[in-house]
T-cell receptor, first 111, second 111 residues
C-alpha cells in the first residue's frame, strides 16, 4: 500500500542554518504530497502541498518539490528561526483518498 | 472560520470509566477523521467518515472504541471502558478536497 518514509529526528540546528528534511514515498497512481507542521501543544497545520510532478509547494520560507523520478518531497528552508522549532510530518493522499503520514521529524532551532 | 473544534481539550479519568470526545468539523467539509498520537506509535488513523458514513474503521484498536457521526456538524469518539494505555492525544480532522484541517486535540489521561 501507499506509504511515506521521512528522516528520523531529532534534528537540531542553529538559527539561520539551512534545513533539509528528507521524505520519500511509495504509491500507485498519482498522489498529492503534503508537509504538515505541529507546534508544541497544537494540532497539525498544513504547511505546503504539491499535487503533481515537478510542482513546488512553498510557504513561510519553506519549499518542497514533487520529484516523481526519485519519489521524493524533501522539505527545505534556507535560514531557520527559533520559531520554526516543531515536528514536521510528510504525508500523501493516494488515488483511493487515503491519507498516509510519516512518523514526524522533530526540529529544534537554537539561538 | 473557527476551524475544527474539539472538546474537551484535556480529560483525566480513571481506568474503567467511559470517555467521550467530541468534534465539530469545519462547515462544508464532507470527510472527518479521528487520529490518536502517542510518543511510541506516532500518529495513527482510527476511523474516517465520508458524508457521515464510516468508511474505514480498521484503525480502531478494539471494541472498546466506537465512533459516530450523527450529522455533518458533529462526531464523537467513545472509549468504554477506558484503560491507561488509551492515554494519548486524540485529534479530529476534516477535509476539503485533498487537504485535511486538524483540531487542537484532546489530551486524554487514564489513571
Amino acid at each position: 500500500g501507499d506509504s511515506v518514509t521521512q528522516m528520523e529526528g531529532p534534528v537540531t540546528l542553529s538559527e539561520e542554518a539551512f534545513l533539509t528534511i528528507n521524505c520519500t514515498y511509495t504509491a500507485t497512481g498519482y498522489p498529492s504530497l503534503f508537509w504538515y507542521v505541529q507546534y508544541p501543544g497544537e494540532g497539525l497545520q498544513l504547511l505546503l502541498k504539491a499535487t503533481k510532478a515537478d510542482d513546488k509547494g512553498s510557504n513561510k520560507g519553506f519549499e518542497a518539490t514533487y520529484r516523481k523520478e526519485t519519489t521524493s518531497f524533501h522539505l527545505e528552508k534556507g535560514s531557520v528561526q527559533v520559531s520554526d522549532s516543531a515536528v514536521y510530518f510528510c504525508a500523501l493522499r493516494g488515488d483511493n483518498n487515503d491519507m498516509r503520514f510519516g512518523a514526524g521529524t522533530r526540529l529544534t532551532v537554537k539561538p | 472560520d473557527a476551524g475544527v473544534i474539539q472538546s474537551p481539550r484535556h480529560e483525566v479519568t480513571e481506568m474503567g470509566q467511559e470517555v467521550t470526545l467530541r468534534c465539530k468539523p469545519i462547515s462544508g467539509h464532507n470527510s472527518l477523521f479521528w487520529y490518536r498520537q502517542t510518543m511510541m506509535r506516532g500518529l495513527e488513523l482510527l476511523i474516517y467518515f465520508n458524508n457521515n458514513v464510516p468508511i474505514d474503521d480498521s484503525g480502531m484498536p478494539e471494541d472498546r472504541f466506537s465512533a459516530k457521526m450523527p450529522n455533518a456538524s458533529f462526531s464523537t469518539l467513545k472509549i468504554q471502558p477506558s484503560e491507561p494505555r488509551d492515554s494519548a492525544v486524540y485529534f479530529c480532522a476534516s477535509r476539503l478536497l485533498d487537504t485535511q484541517y486538524f483540531g487542537p486535540g484532546t489530551r486524554l489521561t487514564v489513571l
